[in-house]
Nanobody, 124 residues
Framework: QVQLVESGGGLVQVGGSLRLSCAASDSTVSSYAMGWFRQAPGKEREFVAAISWSGDNTDYADSVKGRFTISRDNAKNTVHLQMNSLKPEDTAVYYC?????????????????WGQGTQVTVSS
């Protein structure tokens, strides 16, 4: 299985921006759909954004549409999540995930591999 490592989390003020990165261990990730999920304390893991293996198709949770952008660079085995206009409710551990398939996916159980997560804290 491909190994995933997230980076880029941190503490930011309301309205600020962060860019999360997910580095994959090998080039087979180019055959995977990729997704970002997040989990806040006491809550279930929730879908944030997804991108197809080609990068041609993306999907977002309603709560982040217009503020977050997912992208991928298959030549560098990386996926990014640009987060703008951050709100306190965006505070969570953010996870990168990979799903083998030709589509894009929004459920955690559709994903095959997960990173360890990176903390994002938005302070007011």
């Amino acid at each position: 299985q491909v190994q995933l490592v997230e980076s880029g989390g941190g503490l930011v003020q309301v309205g600020g921006s962060l860019r999360l990165s997910c580095a994959a261990s090998d080039s087979t990730v180019s055959s995977y759909a990729m997704g970002w999920f997040r989990q806040a304390p006491g809550k279930e893991r929730e879908f944030v954004a997804a991108i197809s293996w080609s990068g041609d198709n993306t999907d977002y949770a309603d709560s982040v549409k217009g503020r977050f952008t997912i992208s991928r660079d298959n030549a560098k085995n990386t996926v990014h999540l640009q987060m703008n206009s951050l709100k306190p409710e965006d505070t969570a551990v953010y996870y990168c995930a990979a799903a083998y398939g030709s589509s894009w996916y929004t459920r955690p159980d559709e994903y095959d591999c997960w990173g360890q997560g990176t903390q994002v804290t938005v302070s007011s």
